[in-house]
């Protein structure tokens, strides 16, 4: 209810933001008329070079150094109340405005009268790329019916812990999605980075393509960061330009940069075991030939241990080191003929009596309840 109030409300003072359709570009938002114009004057090579631009709603703007002279106006001209808050403030009442950034800093200029609802932030002396942020997947959790996927991204310099944040995740491939910015999910971590985490469900053989990204609220008005143009995890179908987000493909608590694919393991039977699942937890296949049975596991684990035994009313389980075959697979092969015509096995982390089972196991069409474990008759 929550989720669905907010997006009424952003839909309401923000006017329809972009549809993702198969394009990465975010549409900025574009602000009531008139048009504000900026420019100033800054000296290169002894010559004075004039920078002039058109200025949006929400943007992030740079100015090079301070003691620059900036200049706003509307276009066409109209007499509107101008707000300066940061290291200098003021206020005025004009259709064009001349500004002295004497401190570096970030400031905030808008407009809020004669129906123009306006704002941007100017970083004075910063560098234009620190609106650019580059992401590394940390890891996923499962709460037993969705997996919630944290991206971690470089925090701006010009953002501040009490700020409000918002991200956006949209799946790439559905050409209805709303763009909308979401007030959960976007936590500051420490001093330098920032946690992005959304929720799917689990996807199969099949995986996700989504793209995101996170921003800071300036009032009403949702300031985006940018993709780093060098970043792997970039959009692949941007222009390039930072108008751009980030995007990942996910399946099943794992993700990937976009163009990377998961792998399933060669030689899995599609028709036994888990493979048709919506979370395909066990793979198998016999392979008479050979006299093996060849078993794959899924898990987040980095270091999984395999037990098994042939008999259950053995105390004790046979450990397994397994090998990985890629993708969150692991592989292990038994003897096709146990001695009762059955295996009793699971996996996890820790040997012996430190062992721990994972938490996919139960989650397996294998998972037999009077034993808690996976079972298998051959």
């Known amino acids: 209810m929550k989720k669905t109030l907010f997006f009424a409300v952003i839909a309401v003072v923000l006017g329809a ?125 499962f709460d037993g019916s969705i997996f919630h996927y ?39 971590v420490g001093t330098d980075s920032i946690d992005i985490t959304f929720a799917y469900p689990p996807s199969g053989n099949e995986a996700l393509n989504v793209k995101f990204i996170a921003g800071r609220m300036e009032g009403t008005d949702p ?26 493909n996910l399946k099943n608590g794992l993700a990937l940069p976009p163009g990377q694919t998961f792998v399933t393991p060669i030689g899995a039977s ?15 296949s016999v392979n008479p030939g050979t006299g093996l049975l060849n078993l794959w596991f899924f898990t987040l684990s980095e270091n999984p241990i395999f037990r098994y035994k042939t008999d259950d009313a053995e105390l004790t389980f046979s450990e397994i080191t397994p090998a990985s075959a890629g993708s969150g697979y692991w592989h292990v092969a038994l003897p096709l003929a146990p001695p009762n015509g059955y295996y009793t096995f699971d996996f996890g982390t820790g040997t012996g009596l430190t062992f721990v089972q994972d938490q996919f196991v139960s989650q397996s069409t294998l998972y037999y309840i009077p034993t808690s474990t996976l079972k298998l008759y051959l």
């Open 17 to 141: 933001l972009a549809m993702l359709g198969t394009s990465c570009q975010k549409e900025v938002n574009r602000p009531e008329m008139p048009e504000i114009i900026m420019s100033y004057e800054r000296v290169v090579n002894g010559e004075i070079v004039v920078e002039r631009q058109a200025v949006a709603n929400g943007q992030v703007v740079f100015l090079p150094d301070s003691t620059l002279n900036g200049a706003f106006w509307t276009d066409p001209l109209t007499s509107v109340t101008w707000t300066l808050s940061g290291p200098q403030t003021g206020e005025w009442t004009s259709d064009q405005l001349t500004i002295q950034f004497m401190y570096t800093g970030t400031y905030t200029l808008a407009i809020n009268s004669f129906g123009v609802n306006w704002s941007i932030t100017i970083i004075v002396g910063g560098d234009p790329t620190a609106s650019q942020v580059g992401t590394r997947f940390v890891g996923s959790t």
């Open 150 to 188: 944290t991206f971690r991204i470089n925090r701006p310099i010009y953002v501040l812990d009490t700020d409000v944040l918002f991200r956006i995740t949209e799946l790439g491939d559905d050409v209805d999605a709303t763009y909308l910015p979401q007030l959960d999910g976007v936590s500051f």
């Open 223 to 248: 300031i985006w960061f940018n993709a780093d143009p060098d970043d792997p995890y970039k959009c692949q179908d941007a222009p390039p330009a930072l108008d751009d987000i980030l995007q990942a």
């Open 270 to 284: 599609t028709t036994s075991a888990d493979y048709n699942e919506e979370l395909p937890i066990v793979l198998m």
